[in-house]
């Protein structure tokens, strides 16, 4: 079998994820593995035609093409998606029409899922068989366990589609809807006070649908406020993984391009960010990807907490399942508040110019008033997840976080709580008595909401 392996690391040979594949390509040596370093080459293979038709040329000769590249951010690297943007923009993409394709990610888990989720939806699109992931811990091979799971999944890959087994889509063909949007009559300007509000936006958008958004959107506000075209700066390159950072959040970049200063002065001096993209194939576009990558030089700091967060969005976001859910990952395990997504899929300007004004007008109030969203699942989640790592296993590596963490009491594990520990160890020993069980099982609901009947009836009598 004729396998392309496309390697989205920017780390080339020395990525964990290739490892993974690597592993595989061992237990299989009937099979041909040609790997291609995506993420480390990508400058190459955007300049060089090339260098990108050899690589498709080896798609169009294989009978499995694996996406195996590390989560980024909640995606793919920046790198990988400007190379998925190429297939489309070169007119290559019919080259995988009836290939087979799986997924291989490392990660530590954070929204590997919407990373998978992603590149199946780029499969689906690009019409391939869709047979199956390996969305993995960066530490997994390392286990006996591991490797048999690893050898596991690649057994029943390789058996599928030597049954030339058939695999449905997921993810419906996305329906083109597009439709102009004019702004109508200038509506009340909001008096944002001394909160700073910042528009960032990646591309010029002159004359278009996400243009006209966004003079809506500044209009609406009293005050000039900024605005930051992305390609504007002088970017030298993605993120590399390198984590040079997580010693002191100092990037390898740093004096070197424009980003390490925007992101100090600009963004993390705004109250109001306000962002504008159009949706480029299943998410927004790689420059917007190398924002959110490059911003991780601050690693699983929050460096977004207590911002309002508006989105001005072009195309169809409601078909876009891991854009939505990355967006909502991305800012609430911050503890950023994502006030609302405008977009221009409903074909009413009107409405559309209502829903900027709106967004305007609640997020000058969220502002104003403090007011963030509590997290759900997914930002408490999130949370959770960087709290073990960077207190565990990764604390040598981002020894920046962790003295964030310490000082500011991120450290909030249960086994910390003493009065729940002491309750739980005298309440086991008490229900360990029959009799105990069964009227404590009695009184359960009723202790259970008591303390939040008397903050009730407390709120209740101070109104009055
Ligand atoms: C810029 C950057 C962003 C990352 N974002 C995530 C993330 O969102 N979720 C996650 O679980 N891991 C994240 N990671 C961890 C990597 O996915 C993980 O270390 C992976 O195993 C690296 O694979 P590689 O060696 O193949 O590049 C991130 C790492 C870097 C450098």
Request: hydrophobic share 40%.
């Amino acid at each position: 079998m004729n396998i392309t392996v496309l390697s989205g690391s920017p780390k080339g040979k020395h990525s964990v994820t290739l490892q993974s594949v690597n592993y595989i390509s061992k237990l299989y040596p009937e099979h041909t593995f040609d790997v291609f370093h995506i993420g480390q080459t990508i400058k190459t293979l955007m300049e060089d035609d090339e260098a990108f038709n050899t690589v498709m040329a080896s798609v169009e000769a294989s009978d499995l093409i694996i996406w195996a590249t590390p989560v980024y951010v909640t995606l793919v690297p920046a790198q990988y998606k400007r190379f998925i943007e190429k297939i489309f923009s070169s007119g290559s993409a019919h080259l995988f029409k009836g290939k087979y394709s799986a997924v291989i990610t490392t990660s530590i888990s954070f929204f590997d899922n919407c990373a998978v989720d992603y590149l199946r939806a780029i499969s689906d699109d690009l019409k391939m068989l869709f047979a199956g992931s390996y969305a993995t811990d960066s530490y997994d091979l390392l286990s006996e366990e591991g490797q048999t799971r690893h050898s596991q999944f690649a057994a029943q890959l390789f058996e599928d589609i030597e049954a030339k087994a058939l695999f449905g889509s997921r993810t419906l063909p996305l329906t083109d809807s597009w439709h102009v949007y004019n702004s109508g009559p200038d509506s009340a300007m909001v008096d944002t006070g001394s909160k700073k509000v910042l528009l960032l936006k990646d591309e010029t958008y002159n004359d278009t649908n996400l243009g006209r958004m966004i003079e809506r959107c500044v209009a609406g506000f009293k005050a000039d406020i900024e605005v930051i075209n992305l390609s504007d700066l002088t970017i030298k390159g993605d993120c590399l993984g390198c984590i040079q950072c997580g010693f002191d959040h100092h990037c390898v970049y740093e004096g070197q391009d424009d980003f390490i200063d925007f992101a100090k002065e600009k963004v993390a001096e705004a109250d109001i960010l306000i962002l504008a993209g159009e949706v480029r194939d299943r998410w927004l576009s790689s420059t917007w990807k190398q924002f959110f990558d490059r911003s991780f030089y601050q690693n699983h700091v929050p460096a977004l907490k207590d911002k309002q967060i508006g989105l001005l969005i072009s195309g169809p976001l409601t078909q876009m399942t891991a854009l939505k859910a990355t967006l909502d990952a991305i800012t609430e395990w911050q503890g950023a508040h994502v006030v609302d997504t405008v977009t221009d899929e409903v074909e009413d300007s009107t409405f559309i110019d209502s829903r900027i004004d709106t967004l305007v007008r609640r997020i000058a109030s969220f502002a104003e008033h403090g007011y963030i969203r509590p997290a759900t699942f997914v930002g408490v989640g999130g949370r959770k997840i960087f709290r073990d790592d960077v207190w565990g296993r990764h604390r040598f590596v981002f020894q920046a976080d962790h003295a964030h963490y310490e000082s500011n009491g991120f450290y909030d594990f249960p086994h910390d709580d003493a009065f729940s520990l002491k309750m739980s160890e005298d309440m086991i020993k008490l229900t360990a008595d029959p009799e105990m069980r069964k009227a404590v099982r009695k009184m359960l609901k009723k202790e259970m909401v008591k303390p939040h009947i008397k903050v009730v009836e407390k709120a209740g009598a101070e109104e009055v």
